[in-house]
């Protein structure tokens, strides 16, 4: 979510891949701005699961009506919204403000300077003389993320989905609710809902997965955590808002069953769990942009599903003052260029709309609506009350954050030879070990981006694996790719660099300009570790290279550098309470190969080598192909021809291709997976905790084989245009329909023991149906099992239908031998489609084909749903 200013570029930076490659906003909204629990019960539910309002405030809405057509009440009050939105002691303070404070809500601005809690992406001032408090907003799909502060870095949203475990999701928000109230937040942005439609989808690690009814539930478990906890929960991005490619000017063509059935029940979802925001996308669905969208923000959102909260814009995704009647009530993102320059207004709902309201352009009581809706949520959260913050509670975080990556990882493959399989590692395969890889002594914690979080802490998995070992191991390292390298030698800087501090706090200017040579042609890579602010690097006048610490400590990039001198300029500025520290490394042509023979030897000396690789998800991107990065594949061919006992660890936010995949032993998906991923990643290994991960991507197998292979009107878009052309089908119900097979499919993953299933009943039910199967741990370890029911078209339905739908799911904790009887209930909802002459749910009659199994494409039992 990028921050721009008129007439200036947005920074770019670029990340540790390729010169062209991958980039980042590096002043993203929260590096540019200065700014800065005790459980709450939900709301009662209403049949349908829609929250209501209290019955408190329910009776005081019919008095306010009362007292308005009695006269006792000011204009004011009964045109600031309807009777049906807002307490009366929230339509009462709304008609006490002036046009100026109620100004003060519908736009977010930079908190005041200084101090702990002037680091999120957005500051409220409130309204002191009304008792009033203010209002603060981090980001946080992964976290709480706050410039120039740490917290707990959990594992990134594909891994908790990976898990199957709403419990979790629960937990995971627990602790995003209480970090945020702890560290002085009020209103958090996740969770973040979109569809995984795209694989090269740049932001997938932020979102949960492809089918809807594993994003709903996720999504609707992590908000009950968050919101338990005090914390406003904002779903987002609202709608369509699946790839990174011309994100701010795209415009989404969905068919109207496809955006029911597929886009919108996450959305439906988080708010029936009573999500206090609603974020609307930058992307425009069907020729309207999303925050200006008056039937997905006004008939959809309100009128369909009973929507009480308030929906915020993305990041500058305003597009006019007039948004403000059509279901827009906030407006986020200041065009700022660096943390030093003054705040400026907002460009549409400051000063614009005041001009607008005050000539008539506007209606004033639109404005009193979206000021109730504001004030409402912060009501019913306890925010007018000056609400008690609780201590942060690290020790639950780094808890949660290590079984959330344990449960959400994924054993991909795991071979078996001699009656012996690869995982765990036991006896000497555990003992003599080569590990190899960066991202095993420079941990992959997340992806980057608004999502990034900078963790408390993040152990190296080699010192994790080392630990676990036991001091009678040979487990020897090598990095294989360095990312890093070492520091730039003096004598090849003329003059020459000294690392360290740069700048004074708030210091802004260029600092070093000069020449280095390099000894001969070839593929440079260049590295900036930077603390405190932002670094440019520019050689020979290419396109800049931009380090900024809100992101990542350490960014390098490959140069193609011919022998001899070239230019290099470095300049940046750094935040108003640090200075800015800059160091330079590199890897040279020569130090690249010899890391890479290092590391084959030291494979082939080993019994088992473990690679680790990763890639690079980040907001502002989507990744060009699905192949590792850097080189990686060459790397782990290179390391399993050396030693056939290879096991590979990903470090990755989506799905990845796999050449090398047949030379492997084992390949375990750990995603990006927090702050205690090293810990998690070594328990998983060595058997100490069971893999029991499943997919919510499908895993394609080649370049042209996923659902936007060849179709450039679905990704990356024409002419300003993505096309949604394959309907209802994505992810696992693409595959399936036009029989392509994936590398992995939807739902698959590995254990360290098995489970066989049996005696599948099902029948219809008041609130849908029912799938009993008992399931049994034929393993000889204590293991948890996803159940995953499949159910079939209906014969008497013409309109689209997946040939096989995820119609439910549940997990469970078996111990050898254990049996148990499961009941996995399929709501209503999953036995309807969405008929468009109808513009509603209906029913889809008939008899309906109903397949359980352990994946998407290992279905073990198959019965029959009586019409």
Known sequence: ??????????????????????????????????????????????????????????????????????????????????????????????????????????????????????RGVGYLPGVPRLGIPPLQASDGPAGVRLNGARATALPTPTALAATFDDSLARAYGTVLGHEGRALGQDVVLAPMVNTIRVPHGGRNFETFSEDPLVTSRTAAAEIEGIQGQGLMATVKHFAGNNQETDRFTVDAAIDEQTLQ???????????????????CAYNGVNGTPSCGHDHLLRQ????????????????????????????????????????????????????????????????????????????????????????????????????????????GAVLLRNLATGGRTALPLTGSRGTSVAVIGDSALRPKVSGLGSAHVVPDTAQAPVDALRERAGSGARLTYEPGIDRLGTPLPAENLSPAFTGGRQLEPGGDRPFYEGTLTVPADGDYRIGIRVDGGLAVLQVDGQ????????????????????????????????????????????????????NLRRAVAAAAAAETAVVFAQDEGSEGYDRPSLSLPDGQDALIAAVAKANPNTVVVLNTGSSVLMPWLADTAAVLQMWYPGQEGARATASLLY?????????????????????????????????????????????????????????????????????????????????????????????????????????????????????????????????????????????????????????????????????????????????????
């Open 1 to 118: 979510m990028p921050s721009r200013r008129p007439g200036r570029p947005t920074p770019r930076l670029r990340t540790r891949l390729r010169p062209e490659g991958p980039r980042l906003f590096a002043l993203g909204r929260t590096a540019r701005l200065r700014a800065g629990g005790r459980r709450l019960p939900p709301a009662p539910r209403q049949p349908g699961g829609r929250r209501r309002p209290a019955r408190t405030s329910r009776t005081l809405a019919v008095l306010a009506v009362l007292l308005c057509h009695a006269g006792l009440l000011s204009a004011t009050t009964t045109t600031a919204a309807p009777a049906t939105e807002g307490t009366w002691r929230v339509r009462d303070l709304v008609a006490r403000m002036t046009l100026d404070e109620k100004l003060s809500f519908v736009h977010w601005t930079a908190g005041p300077e200084g101090g702990p809690l002037a």
């Open 300 to 407: 959809i959102l309100r009128e369909q599903w009973g929507f009480e909260g308030w929906v915020m814009s993305d990041w500058l995704a305003t597009h006019a003052t007039a948004d403000l009647t059509h279901g827009l009530d906030q407006e986020l993102g200041l065009e700022m260029g660096k943390p030093t320059d003054p705040v400026p207004d907002t460009k549409y709902f400051g000063a614009a709309l005041k001009a607008a309201v005050q000539d008539g352009t506007v209606p004033e009581s639109a404005l009193d609506r979206a000021v109730v809706r504001i004030l409402g949520r912060m009501e019913r959260f306890g925010l007018l009350n000056a609400a008690p913050r609780p201590a942060r509670d690290a020790e639950a975080g780094r808890t949660t954050a290590r079984q959330v990556a344990e449960n």
């Open 543 to 594: 396109s800049p290279v931009y380090a900024a610490d809100s992101f990542s400590e350490t960014t390098s990039t490959v140069l193609k550098l011919t022998k001899g001198t070239h230019k290099v300029q470095l300049s940046g500025w750094a935040w108003p309470d640090r200075p800015l520290s800059v160091d330079l490394t590199w890897v040279t042509p020569q130090q690249a190969a010899a």
């Open 261 to 279: 059935e597929i886009e919108l029940p996450a959305f439906r979802s988080a708010v029936e769990a009573g999500a206090a925001a609603v974020m």
């Open 687 to 867: 058997g100490d905790a069971n893999p029991s991960g499943k997919l919510t991507q499908t895993f394609p197998a080649a370049e042209d084989a996923h659902p936007m292979a060849g179709h450039p009107e679905r990704f990356p878009g024409v002419g300003g245009k993505q096309e949604y052309s394959e309907g209802i089908h994505v992810g696992h119900r693409w595959y399936e329909k036009e029989g392509v097979s994936p590398l992995f499919p939807f739902g698959h993953g590995l254990s360290y023991t098995s489970f066989a299933y049996r005696d599948l009943a099902v029948k219809r039910t008041a609130a849908g149906a029912a799938v009993f199967v008992t399931v049994r741990n034929t393993g000889q370890r204590t293991g948890k099992e996803v159940v995953q029911v499949y159910l079939g078209p209906s014969p008497l339905v013409t309109a689209p239908q997946a040939v096989g739908k995820l119609a439910g799911y549940t997990k469970v904790t078996l111990a050898p031998g254990q049996a148990k009887r499961l009941t996995v209930p399929l709501d209503a909802r999953q036995l309807q489609y969405w008929n468009t002459s109808k513009h509603a749910w209906q029913d889809a009659p008939g008899a309906r084909t109903v397949r359980v199994g352990a994946s998407s494409s290992d279905l073990r039992l198959t019965g029959t749903l009586a019409p």
